[in-house]
């Protein structure tokens, strides 16, 4: 089967650092990859790790272990526009393009 | 260069209607996905086309078809709508190939059902 969790909602303040873990179980996998999708709009590409460890990108990285089946994305410096919800994928392999499998989302307020 | 185009943005249509959406994929992509995302949840997959042949299907009754056009655009149906298909349509395209960094998502459609 495939199920995909993150926390629902998250809380930090302005300047800080917030983590947003997402743990995962595929019958498939060809990288993890992080969306960030404001209220009433698309899904924005933020990060992508096929291969286990850190990438980093300016204020946001991502880390994934494939042994454990688990994710986070770190967002530093915290600014009152990275207020949104953070979508968790997995990407299925696919011989003809992809197909992705999102979790629920963790929607996180950034408050002054 | 213009994104994934999609229409259109709104749509109210009655139970037991039926509807057609529409996507332009970026220029020189040719695949083309649809997802559903209700209010509050992830994107869920619907369909999969690449080269205007269907390469993969979710979980979603039968009532939900689509088909891709020689010019790689693409058309989501849904037939005899229900309540619970008020949701935000997604379309994504996708160039492929090694390295490729995923989806690029339209704005979507935002379809109510009443």
């Known amino acids: 089967g495939q199920n995909i969790d993150q926390p629902t909602e998250m809380t930090a303040t302005e300047g800080a650092i917030v983590q947003i873990n997402c743990t995962y179980q595929?019958?498939?996998?060809?990288?993890l990859f992080w969306y960030q999708q404001h209220a009433g709009e698309a899904p924005t590409f933020l990060s992508y790790n096929v291969l286990d460890g850190l990438e980093e990108k300016g204020r946001f990285s991502s880390f994934l272990s494939r042994s454990k089946g688990y994710s986070y994305l770190l967002l530093k410096e915290l600014q009152m526009k990275d207020s949104a919800s953070y979508l968790c994928a997995v990407r299925d392999r696919n011989n003809y393009g992809q197909n992705f499998v999102f979790g629920p989302g963790t929607r996180l307020s950034v408050l002054p | 260069d213009a994104g994934v185009t999609q229409s259109p943005t709104h749509l109210i249509k009655t139970r037991g209607q039926q509807v057609t959406l529409r996507c332009s994929p970026i220029s020189g992509h040719k695949s083309v996905s649809w997802y559903q995302q209700v209010l509050g949840q992830g994107p869920q997959f619907i369909f999969q086309?690449?080269?205007?042949?269907?390469?993969g299907r979710g979980n979603f009754p039968d009532r939900f078809s689509a088909r891709q056009f020689p010019n790689y655009s693409s058309e989501l149906n849904v037939n005899a709508l229900l309540l619970g298909d008020s949701a935000l349509y997604l379309c994504a395209s996708f160039l492929g190939g090694a390295g490729d960094y995923g989806y690029t998502f339209g704005s979507g459609t935002r379809l109510t059902v009443v």
């Open positions: 595929t019958s498939g996998f060809n990288g």
């Open positions: 086309y690449y080269e205007k042949e269907e390469r």
